[in-house]
């Protein structure tokens, strides 16, 4: 019975689809013109596919196991994926001249990281994700078709970036007074010169205690699952490039002004933790209202006239 209402909502969504091509396909031709079908050929290719791979999720797996056990696996896919890279790079020595710091962990304390996260993911936030299911779908989380629209999805993500960076901001400051950082937060300030991998790297108290930020918009929102999991995808890629080491040339802070990145956070693991400020996630106005970034802002200054006077040394 499920797998024949998923199938008459999938022709329902392909034929609402059918409808809407035909609207988009007047408004895009007359932006675009003769690249318009092309244009639209693949949009609508990409939208098919999705829905495509969404239906055969939600017929073979249940709420449950989607919403814990997927997004666990989605979690530990994109997290590893993503922050290995920097391992190895800082290892064979790529990349040097973006790479912030000039000192290089061991790979006994690489290795130390990696063991400790499989054994925290698995004994703290899989749980977590278990137990907060029926918040979730107390709160209207669901995972049918039709999938939200591109609008309910970023303006959602949006929310949660905003919701997420200020109480991480009140959050992270007070880890840093004296007993909690002694006793939690020194945790993950073992180490001084971050890579990737060391963003999810803490004590399990503050796995929980910060972890509320990230968890807190959705669960009020009560999103469609691929939100969630969009948004979880997104985070994961923003916390490991902000603590993966390196600053390139396309960074996102070099083009965001607000965006903090890895050289913001990176200031932060370098100094003791009453002077550290920068505890921002995502964004730098939190810290830049409250006045938490005033070092890190002198040592840019500082840099660029250096920078400066060594061009014009260069030049003559």
């Known amino acids: 019975m499920l797998k024949m209402f998923s199938h008459l909502m999938c022709l329902r969504r392909l034929w609402l689809l059918n409808l809407e091509h035909a609207f988009c396909t007047s408004i895009v031709s007359s932006v675009y013109g003769d690249q318009s079908n092309s244009i639209i050929r693949e949009f609508i290719s990409m939208a098919s596919i999705i ?3 969404w239906t055969y999720l939600i017929t073979h797996f249940s709420d449950f196991h989607l919403a814990c056990f997927g997004s666990f696996i989605l979690h530990e896919s994109v997290f590893f994926l993503s922050g290995l890279p920097f391992i190895f ?86 880890l840093h007074t004296k007993w909690l950082y002694k006793h939690v937060h020194s945790v993950h300030h073992e180490y001084a010169t971050p890579f990737g991998l060391t963003s999810e790297y803490a004590h399990p108290a503050e796995i929980l205690f910060l972890g509320f930020a990230t968890i807190v918009g959705p669960a009020i929102t009560g999103p469609h699952l691929i939100t969630l999991w969009l948004w979880m ?30 050289d913001f956070h990176d200031y932060h693991h370098r100094l003791l933790y009453t002077k550290s400020g920068n505890y921002s996630s995502t964004f730098v106005y939190m810290d830049w209202i409250f006045g938490t970034d005033k070092g890190y802002r002198k040592l840019k200054a500082l840099k660029s006239i250096g920078d400066e006077v060594e061009d014009m040394l260069k030049e003559t």
């Open 51 to 53: 829905e495509f791979a």
């Open 89 to 174: 790079s800082e290892r064979a020595g790529w990349l040097s001249k973006y790479k912030i710091q000039t000192k290089n962990n061991t790979p006994a304390a690489q290795w130390k990281c990696i063991i400790r996260l499989v054994l925290y993911h698995l004994c703290v936030n899989l749980p977590v994700m278990v137990l907060s299911y029926p918040v979730f779908n107390y709160m209207g989380m669901r995972s049918s078709l039709p999938l939200p629209s591109w609008k309910v999805v970023s303006t959602q993500i949006l929310f949660y970036f905003i919701l997420e960076d200020f109480i991480f901001y009140w959050g992270h400051r007070i």
């Open 233 to 262: 995808v997104l985070r994961v890629l923003e916390t490991v490039e902000a603590h993966c080491g390196y600053h390139f040339p396309l960074s996102l802070s070099n083009f965001l002004p607000l965006y903090g990145g890895a």
